[in-house]
């Protein structure tokens, strides 16, 4: 692997967990200690992150974690739309269970008026604002603290579904390949991902259409239990097409601008009705 490859991917782990241990990296990328402390260097040298002892963490992260504000904010747009589309999918008196991220937090801020909700979550964020309403009953997980996505995860946070039972799974995920399935930066979540889906009877994936062919460190190769796709009207209809040829209906999160449809044919969320 060359350097900047290296580097580029250092910092995706970065984002995703916070903080990084120089001895995990050079295992992980098996290279020497000192090779990692010279990306490290040049990765804060960039303004990206702050070495410490032992390691580095990502520059944004005291604050944010301060405020409860999440690190990965970009297409916010996007994010808000499916958001609301997916909480189209919530039922009353429903069993769900919302993964951490922007993408979930968007959709969990249309529910807060849903009565009767049953709500299982890594997100501390998610837990504390849905929260608020009474008549919705939060369960959380326990775990490891995953300081950029606010949420808990690893095995501890996994084995919370053992015997658990969801209606509906609305699941995120840093990218979605037909090849790999569904990809993370980094290997802690992955056992948590598998639990919530392995626990539901109909699994929602929430991604804008930026994260398709997207490939991250890590990968778990579940699409065939995936059963809708919420996205945007950027997907191309070659992918729309490869993804329901698996089995994953497409819904697609229209713009409020009707002039950013075009091209959409007889796509859209209207091909399946909300509940």
Known sequence: M??????????????????????????LFRVSEPTI????????????????????????????VQTLSLEHKENMELK??????????????????L???????????????????????NALNIALL?????????????????????????????SFFDNMHAD?????????????GLTYPGISDLPVKRAMIESSDEVFLLVDSTKIHKHAFAAINVLDQIDYLITDEGISEKDRSEFEKLGIKVIIAESDDPS??????SGGGSLFPST
Not at 168 to 180: I, K, M, P, T, Y
């Open 2 to 27: 060359l350097a900047e490859e290296r580097r580029r991917k250092i910092l995706e782990l970065i984002r995703e967990n916070g903080s990084v241990k120089v001895s995990e990296l050079g295992k």
């Open 37 to 64: 402390r010279q990306d490290l260097y040049k990765l804060e040298k960039s303004g990206a992150v702050v070495r410490c002892h032992g390691g580095a963490y990502l520059k944004t992260l005291p604050e944010s």
């Open 80 to 97: 808000a739309r499916i958001g609301r589309k997916a909480a189209e999918f919530v039922e009353p008196n429903s069993t769900i269970i």
């Open 99 to 121: 993964d951490s991220g922007t993408t979930v937090t968007e959709l969990a801020k249309n529910i807060i008026h849903i009565q009767g909700l049953r709500v299982i979550t």
């Open 130 to 158: 849905l929260g608020v309403e009474p008549t919705i009953e939060i369960h959380m997980t326990g775990g490891e603290f995953k300081r950029p996505t606010l949420s808990l995860t690893g095995e501890k946070a996994a």
């Open 168 to 180: 509906r799974l609305f699941l995120a995920a840093a990218g979605v390949s037909l090849r790999e």
């Open 260 to 265: 950013s449809r075009s091209g959409m044919g």
